[in-house]
């Protein structure tokens, strides 16, 4: 497995895949950019999983796939290899995935997967709204380009969302060679906690009603909940506010600029043990989720953290979450607007049966349909059946009798 996150960003999806195979039996390598290394490789192991760490020359957000010295170190350390591969799974086509994978593959004859879990290019895609200006203009195009060069190139594409599927399809990949694999949970680590026992934990008080928003370090649609906040406490003196994720200036000059500096509590980015305490701390869990392409071509990972720690959600009908919370009563889903968030809220404080029945609805909805345990079954059984017809292709084109079984180094 190759990533073009950073180590502490690989967790949300490659590492915790990685990590779920090696406990279904399987031996894998995972390769990411070093949290802040510029020389040298390192290696350790993370749960059974050869974890490799390489080096790159940028600075934050930009260590993510760009580096030429990250890419070549990594065709330096592929070619080296000597273990026996099964399989090559990339995560997203930037420089540093796809060209050490397609250096590797030319010595060792094994499927591609290639892992896609964001729509970046496109009017509407995250380069037009999560990107300067700056970059949009200068390197969009080269992202763009990057996105999609290569995807014909896979034997299996695992996506994200269904946008996503649909978009492979539409650049002539076969739609039985997809799989959509949403954002997994773990509900052994996210477990869902009495309210009262969780604010004891971390000291917060136990009698004030609390709204509960987590990121990691974006806060795209923060303006609007803090416009919900003041709708809500017109009718809810006691309601604050817990935002968790790295504290940025333009957040908290937000917060001020709303005049909401009491009411709004930041925990600042907080170890993964940590984060399902907190979350558990709150009455309602908040998602503005407004209906644009990078929305719908995206699986917001932390819907899943929500629901499984039992707690009622409030978001927007977007993409795939508009059939979740269409089909499922686990939440309530409103108009992108201030005054209807606020609208919902209310009606959750003022009924608490209601938000206990959705947030237990939410917690064994994830638990059946996104737990990582059941996500990897159907991540492995891809696997096999597209090594299978790569085999047989093998044997028909060469004539020669190169099965591996279901062996498994990834």
């Known amino acids: 497995m190759m990533n073009h996150h950073r180590r502490f960003k690989s967790l949300f999806r490659s590492q915790v895949m990685a990590q779920h195979l090696v406990r279904r039996g399987h031996d894998v390598t995972l390769v990411v950019i070093s949290d802040n290394k510029r020389f ?9 999983v050869e974890i490799v760490e390489t080096p790159d020359l940028l600075w934050g957000r930009l260590r993510s796939g760009w580096d030429v010295w990250n890419t070549l170190v990594r065709m330096n350390y592929v070619g080296k290899l000597k273990e026996d591969f099964d399989v090559m799974h990339i995560f997203e086509t930037r420089p540093a995935t796809i060209f050490p994978t397609l250096h590797y593959l030319k010595k060792r004859k094994i499927p591609l997967f290639i892992d896609w879990i964001d729509w970046w290019g496109g009017k509407g895609g995250l380069i037009d709204v999560a990107r300067p200006k700056w970059y949009k203009y200068t390197l969009g195009s080269v992202e763009s380009y990057f996105e999609e060069k290569y995807r014909h190139l896979a034997d299996g594409t695992t996506v994200i969302s269904t946008a996503l599927g649909k978009r492979a399809e539409g650049l002539g990949i076969a739609r039985e060679s997809v799989l959509l694999l949403q954002g997994g949970v773990d509900a052994d680590h996210f477990r869902s906690i009495d309210t ?10 136990r009698d004030i009603k609390l709204l509960g928003f987590s990121s990691f370090d974006s806060y795209l649609d923060f303006k609007l909940l803090m416009e919900a906040l003041l709708l809500v406490k017109k009718q ?8 968790t994720g790295k ?31 907190y979350l558990c701390c709150s009455d309602i869990l908040l998602l503005p989720f407004p209906e644009t392409l990078y929305n719908i071509g995206r699986w917001p990972n932390k819907i899943g953290d929500y629901m499984v720690v039992g707690r009622p959600v409030v978001t927007n009908p977007t993409g795939d979450l508009k059939t979740v919370f269409s089909d499922e009563k686990l939440g309530m889903t409103c108009d992108y607007t201030p005054e209807d ?5 209310l009606f959750l404080f003022r009924d608490e049966k209601k938000r206990n029945e959705l947030g237990q609805n939410a917690r064994q909805w994830a638990i059946k349909n996104l737990s990582w345990d059941k ?4 991540l492995e ?11 047989g292709v093998r044997i028909q084109n060469s004539g020669e009798k190169d099965y591996r079984g279901r062996s498994a180094a990834l």
């Open 196 to 205: 009262s026992e969780a604010r004891k934990r971390v000291g917060l008080d």
């Open 341 to 345: 968030f606020a609208e919902k809220i």
């Open 247 to 277: 504290v940025t200036d333009s957040i908290k000059n937000i917060i001020s600029s709303y005049g909401l500096e009491n009411e709004v509590i930041l925990t600042g980015f907080l170890p993964f043990d940590d984060l399902p305490i």
């Open 236 to 243: 809810m003196h006691e309601v604050k506010m817990l935002v």
């Open 381 to 391: 059984e891809f696997y096999f059946k597209t090594l299978d017809e790569y085999s």
């Open 40 to 48: 040298g490789i390192k290696k350790s192991k993370w749960e059974g």
């Open 375 to 378: 996500n990897i079954l159907k």
